[in-house]
């Protein structure tokens, strides 16, 4: 018997990149821009989505939805109620969204062209760690993290506002209720994440929302210049 | 909690690069995890002992080596190891340094495997 080593020098994670990447491709051949929403329970993305899809509706913009969650389908239920297309996956245990997942959805959604999209948003499941390793093709990663979490949450969970394009602040309405530092908060995820772009929100009363919404419009122009290909 | 799935995913890459060594037996599987990696090594290593029983790999080890996270500093033009998760800034200047770049890796490094006798 002889032992040798054997050289594999591979991603782990190989299937779900390379899966991501085409991904990417195609929806950048459709000029469609595509959002991964990521935060933990309770932070308030499905209502902060929910107040995107009506602005953009009403501002005449064409915006579907993924929603992942372990059970329900809510989420979706809500979401639908702005008038967009909305798909609600269920990973039944799995505690994130990979990018065959949203192959899948996007292959038996009928009726759904993406070229005829301007955006899709991806609420991934609510958790703080393990939606950070999965590639789902996006364009933009974004943290959400809510005044009631604590200002130091980006601290304690670098790996994921680490890995974000931008940062979404919500339920800002609350701030004094619940005694939230905000310039600690500011400050934390600056550290973890340097030049971050934040977007200080409330669903509720619409503060940040026309910022946020003049974000989401410059980045899908931009996704209309990326070479094809 | 995605260990599982992490050590799912070598299981079948270990498994995919088999069949080149016909009847060979699989004494090692070497990784390669970064500090901003999102796995813990103790739940990697809970899951392997799981997800190896039944194959090829039974009774082979999981070797984790940790890659720690290093950042560019162009101040300064030198790549550092922060010294802490909490803070990306230059170890040397003091200055944020958003450009990461290692502590990320999720990688299968090698294999060490038992090739079978070949009968001549």
């Not at chain 1, 899948?104 to 499941?125: A, H, K, M, P, T």
């Not at chain 2, 800034?89 to 006798?117: F, K, M, T, V, W």
Request: hydrophobic share 40%.
């Amino acid at each position: 018997m002889t032992t040798r080593i054997v050289e594999l020098r591979q991603g782990i994670l190989k299937k779900n990149d390379e899966l991501a990447r085409r991904l990417r491709s195609r929806f950048t051949e459709a000029g469609v821009l595509v959002l991964n929403l990521v935060s933990s329970p309770g932070t308030g993305k499905t209502a902060f989505l929910e107040r995107t899809l009506r602005e953009l509706r009403l501002a005449g913009a064409r915006a579907a939805a993924l929603v992942g969650d372990l059970e329900t389908d809510n989420d979706a239920r809500r979401l639908a109620a702005s008038g967009a297309p909305v798909r609600q996956i269920n990973t039944h245990g799995i505690c994130h969204l990979e990018a065959d997942m949203i192959g899948r959805q996007l292959d038996d959604w009928d009726g759904l062209n993406l070229s005829q999209l301007d955006y899709l948003f991806i609420e991934n499941v609510g958790n703080l760690v393990c939606p950070s390793s999965y590639d789902l093709g996006e364009r933009v990663r974004v943290a959400l993290l809510s005044v009631t979490e604590g200002e130091d949450k980006s601290l304690k969970y670098p790996t994921l506002f680490n890995s974000a394009d931008v940062a979404v602040l919500t339920k800002v309405d609350l701030v004094e209720a619940v005694g939230f530092d905000r310039a600690s908060a500011l400050r934390n995820l600056t550290e973890i994440r340097p030049g971050i772009r934040i977007f200080e929100t409330s669903a509720k009363t619409g503060v940040g929302i026309p910022d946020w919404l003049e974000f989401l419009q410059e980045q899908r122009s931009a996704v209309r210049q990326l070479p094809v290909g | 909690m995605h260990e599982l799935s992490i050590i799912a995913s070598v299981v079948d890459s270990v498994l995919d690069s088999l069949p080149q060594y016909p009847g060979a037996r699989v004494l090692e599987v070497r990784l390669r995890v970064g500090a901003l990696a999102a796995v813990v090594e103790d739940s990697l290593q809970f899951c392997y002992e799981l997800a190896v029983r039944g194959t090829p790999l039974e009774g082979s080890r999981l070797v984790v080596s940790a890659v720690p996270a290093r950042v560019y500093c162009p101040a300064c033009n030198k790549l550092s190891e922060l010294e802490n998760l909490q803070s990306f800034r230059c170890p040397h200047c003091g200055q944020p340094a958003p450009d990461l770049r290692q502590g990320r890796e999720l990688q299968i490094e090698s294999l060490e495997i038992e090739e079978a006798e070949v009968t001549p």
